[in-house]
Structures are given as structure tokens and as C-alpha cells.
């Protein structure tokens, strides 16, 4: 199973925001953070900010937090939502499904309850549980995050 590079930047960014709590964080400075393209994570924190997962605001003193205590943020809800179908197989969507053996197969009733129990392990786990270890985190990210803002989302 494997997630998309969507949700990976997702809780990239979330993580990012958990380490800086005390300020806004800006989307250049979590991509230079993490070296990811900055036009890649433009749309993952739109999505986080249309989800309710952050706050963003523009402007020269704007930039971006969480919008709840680390503790309240679900990795699994967050991972519902940004991965909403997770079709393992073509046989998980009725729409584009052409197997001819999928109602006799064993296989896809297998790969659903592992897909549940994925879901249902990552339920168990807050923002909180992944940022035990912030000065290791931060360290691990080059600092970046001591800098001054870098200009506005």
C-alpha cells in the first residue's frame, strides 16, 4: 500500500506547523525545508485550509499555523481526507471495475479488511504523537524554522 506524494506533503506540512506553534510559517520556507517544489505545496495547503487543518493568512506578516492543538488533529482523518477512495485495486471502484472474477474473489475481501485495519491503526495516532521528538525533528530540517518569515504564502 502506498500512500500519494499529496498526503505526504500534507503531513509534511502539518508536522512543520507542529514544530513552529509559536508563529506563522510561510510555504517557502516548509519547502525549503523539506526541498519540495513550492508549486507542489501550494495546493496541498490550500486543501489543509479548505479541510479546516490550518489557518492561513495573507499578506507581509501572513503565513500559516494549525487550527486546533496537535493533540486534536487525527493523522487517520487527515489521511481519509486527502486520500478519499484509496482503491487498492480496480475492483474497489464498481464504476471502473472490468475483472470478470471480482464477485467469486477472495482476494479483494482481504485487501479491504487490510485497508481497515491500515485506517483504523493510523486513527489511533494525533499530530502530537508524530512531534515526541522536536528538537530532533527541527534539527533533522536545518533550522530553517529560526529564521525570519520568508515573505508571505
Not at 513550492?38 to 479548505?50: A, E, G, W, Y
Amino acid at each position: 500500500m502506498q500512500l500519494t506524494q499529496y498526503t505526504d506533503y500534507s503531513l509534511r506540512v502539518l508536522i512543520y506547523l507542529g514544530l513552529y506553534p509559536e508563529r506563522r510559517c510561510t510555504i517557502t520556507e516548509i519547502s525549503d525545508a523539506y526541498d519540495i517544489n513550492r508549486n507542489h505545496l501550494v495546493k496541498v495547503v490550500h486543501s489543509l485550509s479548505q479541510d479546516g487543518w490550518i489557518t492561513t493568512t495573507r499578506g507581509k506578516s501572513g503565513g500559516m499555523v494549525l487550527s486546533f492543538n496537535p493533540k486534536q488533529i487525527n493523522i487517520g482523518a487527515v489521511i481519509q481526507g486527502t486520500e478519499p477512495h484509496m482503491n487498492l485495486l480496480e475492483c474497489f471502484d464498481n464504476k471502473c471495475n472490468t475483472c470478470p472474477i471480482t464477485s467469486a474473489c477472495v482476494l479483494k475481501h482481504a485487501l479491504y479488511q487490510a485497508r481497515k485495519a491500515f485506517m483504523n491503526v493510523l486513527s489511533n495516532y494525533t499530530l502530537e504523537d508524530v512531534l515526541v521528538q522536536p528538537e530532533i525533528l527541527i534539527s533533522l530540517l536545518g533550522n530553517v524554522g529560526a529564521a525570519p518569515n520568508n515573505p508571505a504564502i
